[in-house]
């Protein structure tokens, strides 16, 4: 079954135990329906008005002229047929523009009722031992991939006890609960004709109170993960439980991309039972982003690999934040397995020393978090003016608000 995340932080030294994810389609189907409806009234309200008003300009225009003469009339009756025959043609161009947007309606529609309408499959052994977390070559492997034939039976529907081969259900968005290490696992996604994981396939986890600990999904491409992202959660170094968010790119070994996390004030409890769930009861990453309500406690942009925090650029950096989003540590160099390790002495570090209310800042070598201090490089106080001189030219994808002493 699934290795849950099991994230760690000690002196600083964040672990991503498994970056695994899978990701599903959001659907905001209501909205697109509000959206075409309002398209739709306002352009065919502005062809109306646009039509009748160059209509009563060009009368008025050529009334003016007249001068009582058998030849002004003509033209304005040319004239006026010729208006008519355009506003008939432009009618004609607004029923179809119509007819598009209905037909796009109905498409939108079709989807909703696709959604609802997914069955739920009661997953065979061998299904779910294809969503196995393994690790192949140094990589995270994010799900196995399946080792099921097309022939094989690898779910049945609770419901009429009727069991589907795999040729039943590919290319199929298909919604199965399972038991994952005694927790409550929800799996939606899909795989192809080649029995390859495709397209965004995502799992949620639950504990035995129905509360949420993982969120895992990923964007595959016949069988290839190219993104992923996923939600944990873990105790930093200050024993503060916080939520994990990772949103990354897969190259090869390395997975580029940002890692966010949060102070955890809230559990999210499911409100739906294995036996009552539907596919928009599975939370998507953004969904829980829209949901959480905690100040942000980090940032990490970097690579991550094995699992950690390991990116030897020089270009990574880490910001953590207290509950009102100020900055107590900012480090910019390199990372070894979730630690600073910068032997370059290029790397440097700023850190708010709360008793004396000051920030302290070393810049040299880091070897296993620690500031590798000489003769010439040691850690010194440092004043606000000095950090953002420091700081001058360089970009920093979150907010770096320092304490004013």
């Known amino acids: 079954m699934f290795e849950l995340i099991n994230y760690e932080e000690e002196n600083f030294q964040t672990h991503e135990n498994q970056d695994f994810v899978m990701s599903k389609k959001k659907k905001k189907d209501k909205t697109k329906l509000k959206k075409f409806a309002f398209i739709a009234s306002t352009i065919s309200s502005c062809i109306t008005l646009?039509?009748?008003s160059g209509f009563i300009v060009f009368i008025i225009s050529f009334y003016g002229d007249y001068r009582s003469t058998d030849t002004?009339?003509?033209m304005i009756g040319t004239s006026v047929s010729n208006v008519e025959t355009q506003m008939n043609q432009v009618q004609k161009d607004l029923v179809q523009f119509k007819n598009t947007i209905y037909d796009d309606l109905t498409s939108v529609k079709k989807d909703v009722k696709d959604a609802v309408k997914i069955p739920i499959y009661t997953a065979g052994s061998n299904f779910v031992g294809n969503l196995n977390v393994a690790e192949t070559n140094s990589q995270t492997s994010f799900l196995?991939?399946?080792?099921?034939?097309?022939?094989?039976?690898?779910?049945?529907?609770?419901?009429?006890?009727?069991?589907?081969?795999?040729?039943?259900?590919m290319n199929k968005k298909i919604l199965i609960p399972y038991k994952d290490d005694g927790q409550d696992a929800y799996f939606f996604g899909q795989f192809n004709k080649q029995n390859h994981w495709d397209g965004d396939c995502l799992i949620n986890l639950y504990d035995k109170k129905r509360r949420l600990?993982?969120?895992?999904e990923g964007r595959y491409n016949d069988g290839k993960l190219e993104?992923?992202?996923?939600?944990?959660?873990?105790?930093?170094?200050?024993?503060q439980w916080v939520w994990n968010v990772s949103e990354r790119e897969t190259k090869g070994n390395?997975?580029?991309?940002?890692?966010?996390?949060?102070?955890?004030?809230?559990?999210?409890?499911?409100?739906?039972?294995?036996?009552?769930v539907e596919a928009s009861d599975i939370m998507s990453v953004a969904d829980f982003k829209e949901w959480i309500t905690g100040a942000m406690e980090g940032y990490y942009c970097g690579n991550t690999q094995n699992g950690a925090y390991n990116d030897n650029t020089g270009k990574a950096y880490l910001i953590k934040y207290d509950k009102g989003k100020k900055v107590r540590t900012l480090y910019c160099?390199?990372?070894?397995?979730?630690?600073?390790?910068?032997?370059?002495?290029?790397?440097?570090?700023i850190s708010y020393d709360a008793e004396n209310s000051t920030y302290i800042y070393f810049k040299g070598k880091f070897v296993n978090?620690?500031?590798?201090?000489?003769?010439?490089?040691?850690?010194e106080n440092i004043s606000l003016n000095e950090i953002y001189q420091i700081m001058k030219g360089k970009h920093f994808n979150e907010s770096v608000d320092l304490h004013k002493k």
Not at 144 to 153: A, E, V
Not at 213 to 216: D, G, N, P, S
Request: zero cysteines; charged letters at 30%.
């Open 144 to 169: 196995k991939t399946p080792s099921w034939k097309s022939d094989d039976i690898i779910a049945k529907n609770p419901l009429t006890g009727r069991k589907y081969k795999a040729k039943d259900l």
């Open 254 to 276: 390395i997975n580029t991309g940002e890692t966010y996390t949060y102070y955890k004030n809230k559990n999210k409890k499911a409100a739906f039972t294995k036996k009552t």
């Open 213 to 216: 600990t993982m969120i895992m």
């Open 369 to 379: 978090n620690k500031p590798v201090e000489t003769s010439t490089h040691k850690r």
């Open 50 to 52: 646009l039509v009748t």
């Open 72 to 74: 002004k009339v003509e």
């Open 333 to 349: 160099g390199k990372f070894k397995n979730g630690a600073f390790h910068d032997e370059s002495g290029n790397a440097w570090y």
């Open 227 to 239: 993104s992923y992202r996923q939600v944990g959660y873990y105790k930093n170094h200050l024993k």
